[in-house]
């Protein structure tokens, strides 16, 4: 994995979503690296890490992630929210907060969780992969802008900075969608020990907007954030709300009791 740290004051780790890198986070980064040490996190195959070969495996990577960023409050976006989760739940001890924006204990629906997207969206994703890479990775991307605002704007700049580390390696995007089409962890959340924020977009298309309230509710010291007018990358069309909500989450963290 590759770590970009910056800023100064308490840490936070920021996890980016399926086929992006950490240099997406450039506007938190804008508002937030004067308060706070950032960690920006290229998962293995990703970004500046795209040559790394080292499996998409939560249990596995969360335990080097805790030990190379310990006593961090954890932020992960979508897919990267698995590892952040994943961190929390197994290093409480080493995670003092968990942040997921636009992620869920698991993105796919079923009778008994209506929050999710169709069984058949990843699976139909990995298949377009292999036929047409570069076109389908577009077209997540246009998934991703849909229902912001600012959906045209919001493309455009996922389209310029996604690829600006180099194409993620597509052994490492297939393993990202079979995370996002089976993992459940939504029978670990009742014993999640530290203080967790979920902040989801109304307008999100890919992880529905009752997702997170709902999986806020199944978590001890859980606090759920819906932004009426974003979609599935809040932080880039609501940046300085999602800003105020996370310094105003560490804050409450680090605040003597």
């Known amino acids: 994995?590759?770590?970009?740290?910056?800023g100064s004051g308490p840490s936070l780790a920021l996890i980016h979503g399926w086929a992006m890198h950490g240099g997406l986070f450039a506007p938190l980064v804008e508002r937030l690296a004067d308060a706070y040490t950032l960690h920006l996190i290229d998962l293995p195959g990703h970004g500046y890490a795209r040559d790394e070969r080292t499996a998409l495996q939560p249990q596995t990577l969360a335990a080097e992630l805790v030990q190379r960023v310990p006593d961090a409050v954890w932020l992960g976006w979508s897919l990267g929210g698995q590892f952040a989760l994943r961190a929390a739940l197994d290093y409480p001890d080493r995670v003092r907060g968990l942040i997921m924006i636009a992620s869920s204990p698991r993105f796919v629906g079923g009778p008994d969780w209506p929050h999710g997207v169709s069984p058949s969206l990843f699976r139909d994703f990995g298949q377009a992969l292999r036929h047409d890479f570069r076109g389908t990775l577009e077209g997540f991307l246009a998934l991703e802008a849909l229902g912001s605002p600012a959906a045209q704007d919001e493309l455009r700049r996922l389209r310029s900075q996604a690829f600006e580390r180099g194409e993620p390696a597509e052994h490492a995007l297939q393993e990202g969608l079979t995370l996002l089409d089976t993992l459940d962890m939504r029978d670990e959340l009742p014993r999640l020990a530290v203080p967790s924020l979920w902040?989801?977009?109304?307008?999100?298309?890919l992880v529905p907007a009752g997702a997170m309230p709902a999986a806020a509710a199944l978590a001890p010291q859980a606090r759920s954030v819906v932004i009426d007018r974003a979609g599935h990358a809040p932080f880039l069309s609501a940046a300085e709300q999602v800003a105020?909500?996370?310094d105003d989450f560490i804050a409450a963290l680090l605040a003597p009791h």
């Open 244 to 246: 105020q909500l996370i």
């Open 199 to 205: 902040i989801s977009g109304r307008r999100d298309r």
């Open 1 to 6: 994995m590759y770590v970009q740290t910056l």
